[in-house]
Nanobody, 122 residues
Framework: EVQLVESGGGLVQAGGSLRLSCAASGFTFDDYAIGWFRQAPGKEREGVSCISSSDGSTYYADSVKGRFTISSDNAKNTVYLQMNSLKPEDTAVYYC???????????????WGQGTQVTVSS
């Protein structure tokens, strides 16, 4: 059974940092692209960052470039999202997703976690 479990969310003041984790199981981790997505209240889900399964390339939404960093620990089957210089507009539920096709920041991923809440206060 494929499982993606996010953790690390919480409440932080603007300018602060959080590190999200996505622990994966039930599939061959090295063969799958992993993406981070977020959905704020009343808004559509959007891609934040992803890491390619083919060559480890990373991609970021313009809104988070220079502030967020995605990384992968293949030995632990875990992908991280380091979020620095957080802004109130980063407040959302953050999801990780996996697919054996590189969809980049698109929403076509096959498997999704349950999400973790990130709240940034001003």
């Amino acid at each position: 059974e494929v499982q993606l479990v996010e953790s690390g969310g919480g409440l932080v003041q603007a300018g602060g940092s959080l590190r999200l984790s996505c622990a994966a199981s039930g599939f061959t981790f090295d063969d799958y692209a992993i993406g981070w997505f977020r959905q704020a209240p009343g808004k559509e889900r959007e891609g934040v960052s992803c890491i390619s399964s083919s060559d480890g390339s990373t991609y970021y939404a313009d809104s988070v470039k220079g502030r967020f960093t995605i990384s992968s620990d293949n030995a632990k089957n875990t992908v991280y999202l380091q979020m620095n210089s957080l802004k109130p507009e980063d407040t959302a539920v953050y999801y990780c997703a996996a697919s054996n096709i590189d969809y980049g920041l698109g929403l076509e991923y096959d498997y999704w976690g349950q999400g973790t809440q990130v709240t940034v206060s001003s």
